[in-house]
């Protein structure tokens, strides 16, 4: 099996946390060979030029991998989820299709077990994790406003708030009267000119790609810098298993390079960065001597504690015209009034409501996010014309616990083109989670009332919302009882890091990436430091 | 490209999707010719400049600066340099991949693949997993799967799921079928859905009316379908999306339904800015963030 002359370090993944790490480690001279399975997506492969451009969120541009079915992606055996997981394969990974809300996580969330009593507290806080935020921040190019009172204050962002519109304006109005919480959402989607790339024009489909640069997905904020850094991006390459020396440190990584050929990068660091699936899935697959039942799985926890985010989508009917397919289609506002835990209720921690558009006539036919197909038939007409444009979708998505019950294995059966076993998903709700969506629900029905809503549309839960992939290699201080220690280093093996998020504790009640991108740059800092490539 | 074909596996036994990395064509009516899957020609292409370039990245990975691909300013440029057709409403999603004999039998008119010397960016709309439906249909791209009659039931079934409104026929009268058709030549499972399906709608309408379903009234074939989508609901289902998926991609139809009937880009949407006054009661609000160590 050929080999290739050594780097520092060779990294697995490049998505949101693998180019960020690349970029900070090359910054600091390493030497750094990152391997990806797909390829760069070109903007003028993006259907945003073309009148049938809805067509491509139901095809090739759809989040779920089993309807994609592209060269570079992998199955995945979902039937015994409650959530589809959705992930992109691609340079920048799935910050691609990305609607590209950019919250962090409040203090509270890193210490769920001493607040409250479930989950696990994380073995760093939010002081800790600070700095990243911002560093992250400053790099990837966020919208928004500070100031908000739902949160500790932050650095300036990097651009004025994006434009909410009448949808926007509409729904703040709702949360207002009702004396809740609302802001302008954190996007990383720039509002102004930032770094050399232009500002939003507001064209809606974020989900389909950004052919303008403006979106802040990690094939334009991380990847060009550490391009012109030296890191060589090996596209094409799709990696089958971390190889293992005889002292059982890690050697490198065997994959299947463009033309199909098995090849070894050995590398004296290993980084994975494969998302909250992948990454369990080729350890599971690193089955040797020393680890018969995958790398880094002495704790028996690879592949456990498979967090989502609880979400139910619901929408309202309005009778005035909101324009809603003009603007972004995540990135308008959000409230985190229920965020926190309220003994009052029947379940604890919270959950956020983010208010998302609407896109185009197609996804309004088909019902988006709320699911709720518009009838065939003599009515069709009448309703489609109460929908289009008068439609606000708010989702209600909560915070997920760790269960060693939902979890990622390999399947006995299923696998990808080139016979590595596919991931088999399993993930049910817990009760708590039940609860949860059932009260967010009813807070989201009654704002969208008070916005002045005629009617109320619920999917709850709505299956294909498996957006976040978090907790399979979880982060802690106890080998026993977590799979990486508190810089994301493998227990069992002190050359392997995990910057995805998989390393996720608890999974908080907001979108990931912020938090992933600054793990990823607080473990890079560390490699750096420590010299732990050495 | 070449892998181990002998341990490749997949749940649908009629998918090669997953697996045949290197058989994967598209038809670009514009260019009236099929093309390979971008993203496998571009990564294949890629990697031999990437050898050849001594492992440093190059124009296939990134831009000519080598720090990223080109955005969107560049791109309508490069289209224009390939000659690929790119115009609006003039892209075919009526793409037929891999071997067209195993699709449509003897019916189907075998067209020999052109293979382009080289994957030029702009050029396929990404590789689409499962035909669309074009705007403009175009009889002689489509293989014949239906017969004439299965055609005419397939159109009166698509002008009851979405009827006529003002100026518009129903969706079966706008040559929605026609692209139902080629997606059911590319996809060996659509078709065994829409033929089962097709010839219950036929059957139920002899049991219900013993009449021929294209001769019932509009209100009687409704009943017929209602029946079907009963009996059958994942065709039912197919039907209904379909018919959406060609109906609601039409200019015309954007047009008609108050939509800019304009894609996204090049323009984008103008929006007033936000107005940071409306957070002003917000702001005064007591921080409510729950501290922690």
């Known amino acids: 099996m050929p080999h290739w002359p050594e780097p520092d370090v060779v990294i ?43 067509l491509n969120r139901l095809t090739d541009f759809n989040a779920d991998p089993n309807v994609r079915q592209l060269a570079a992606d992998y199955p995945v055996n979902d039937a015994a989820s409650t959530y589809t997981p959705l992930m992109f394969n691609a340079v920048g990974g799935s910050t691609i299709h990305w609607s590209a809300h950019f919250p962090r996580y409040h203090p509270s969330d890193f210490r769920v077990k001493s607040l409250d009593g479930v989950g696990d507290d994380w073995p760093l806080s939010y002081a800790e994790l600070e700095p990243f935020y911002d560093l992250s921040d400053k790099l990837t190019g966020v919208a928004g406003t500070i100031g908000d009172p739902s949160q500790p204050p932050r650095s300036p962002r990097g651009t004025r708030p994006l434009p909410i519109g009448r949808l926007g304006e509409t729904m703040a109005a709702g949360f207002e009267k009702l004396g809740w919480h609302w802001w302008p959402s954190d996007g990383a989607i720039l509002a102004d000119d930032y770094d050399g ?61 463009p033309d199909g050929a098995l090849r070894e990068q050995r590398a004296p660091l290993v980084v994975m960065a494969c998302n909250g699936v992948g990454t369990p899935r080729l350890l599971l697959n690193s089955r040797s ?11 028996g926890l690879v592949g456990k504690n498979l967090m989502f985010h609880p979400f139910a989508a619901t929408a309202g009917v309005f009778a005035e015209d909101l324009d809603s397919w003009s603007g972004p289609i995540g990135s308008v506002i959000f409230s985190h009034e229920f965020y926190e835990t309220d003994r009052k209720r029947d379940f604890v921690r919270g959950f956020g409501m983010q208010v998302v558009r609407q896109s185009g006539p197609l996804q309004t036919a088909m019902g988006g996010a709320s699911s709720s197909r518009i009838p065939w038939g003599e009515t069709h007409h009448r309703v489609f014309g109460e929908r289009f444009g008068h439609m606000v979708n708010l989702g209600v998505m909560g915070e997920d616990l760790p269960e060693t019950i939902n979890e990622v294995v390999l399947d006995p059966e299923l696998s990808d083109a080139h016979g590595i076993p596919a991931p088999l998903v399993r993930y049910r709700l817990s009760d708590n989670s039940l609860r949860l969506l059932e009260y967010g629900v009813g807070r989201a029905t009654e704002v969208l009332e008070a916005a002045g809503a005629t009617e109320v549309v619920v999917c709850n839960p709505s299956r ?71 | 490209m070449s892998h181990d074909a002998g341990s490749q596996q997949f749940h649908d036994t009629d ?41 440093h990245p190059t124009a296939a990975h990134s831009s000519p600066g080598g720090v990223g691909p080109e955005f969107d300013s560049q791109a309508s440029q490069s289209q224009s340099q390939t000659g690929a057709p790119h115009s609006h409403g003039a892209q075919s999603h009526g793409e037929v991949p891999r071997a067209q004999s195993e699709t449509a039998g003897a019916r189907t008119e075998t067209k020999e693949p052109q293979h382009p010397a080289t994957y ?53 009268d706008l040559g929605i079928g026609d692209g139902i058709e080629r997606s059911m030549a590319a996809s060996i499972p659509l078709r065994r859905l829409f033929l089962e399906g097709l010839g219950e709608i036929a059957i139920t309408a002899h049991l219900q009316a013993a009449e021929d379903f294209r001769s019932l009234d509009p209100a009687r074939q409704t009943v017929v379908l209602e029946t079907v989508e009963q009996r059958l609901p994942a065709f039912f289902a197919a039907l209904v999306e379909h018919a959406y998926r060609g109906y609601y991609t039409r200019v015309d139809v954007q047009r008609a339904v108050g939509h800019d009937a304009r894609p996204p880009q090049p323009l984008g949407h103008e929006l007033p800015p936000f107005d940071p006054t409306l957070l002003d009661r917000q702001r005064r609000r007591t921080p409510f963030w729950r501290p922690a160590p």
């Open chain 1, 12 to 54: 697995v993944g490049a998505g949101a946390s693998g180019a960020a790490v690349a970029w900070s480690l090359a910054e600091a001279g390493f030497h750094v060979v990152c391997l990806e399975q797909g390829d760069w997506v070109s903007p003028a492969a993006m259907p945003h030029r073309r009148d049938d451009w809805e």
């Open chain 1, 197 to 257: 790339r232009p500002a939003c024009n507001l064209c809606g489909p974020c989900d389909l790609g950004c052919p303008t640069g403006a979106r802040s997905s990690a094939d334009v904020t991380f990847w060009p810098k550490a391009l012109a850094l030296g890191v060589e991006l090996r596209t094409g390459c799709r990696v089958r298993e971390i190889s293992v020396s005889a002292d059982g440190r890690a050697r490198g990584v065997v994959y299947y390079d």
């Open chain 1, 289 to 299: 001597g020393p680890f018969p039942d995958g790398l880094a799985n002495r704790s």
């Open chain 1, 464 to 534: 294909p919302a498996g957006w976040h992939l978090l907790g399979t290699c979880r982060m802690g201080e106890d080998p026993a009882g977590s799979v990486v220690d508190r810089w994301g280093r493998a227990h069992d093996v002190d050359n392997l890091f995990i910057v995805d998020g998989s390393v996720f504790v608890t999974s908080a009640a907001v979108n990931p990436t912020t938090t992933i991108q600054a793990l990823a740059l607080r473990t890079a800092d560390y490699i750096k430091r420590t010299g732990s490539h050495a």
């Open chain 2, 15 to 55: 998918s090669q999707r997953f697996h045949d990395t290197g058989s994967q064509r598209f038809y670009d009516a514009g260019s009236q010719q099929f093309h390979d899957a971008g993203s496998q020609q571009s990564q294949a292409a890629g990697w031999q400049q990437f050898q050849a370039a001594g492992g």
């Open chain 2, 120 to 172: 030029r960016p702009g050029e396929v709309a990404g590789p689409q997993s499962e035909a669309g439906v074009t705007q403009e249909p175009s009889p002689a791209n489509t293989p014949a799967v239906l017969d004439v009659v299965q055609r005419e039931v397939l159109r009166a079934a698509l002008n009851r799921v979405v009827p006529s409104r003002e100026s518009l026929p129903g969706a079966g």
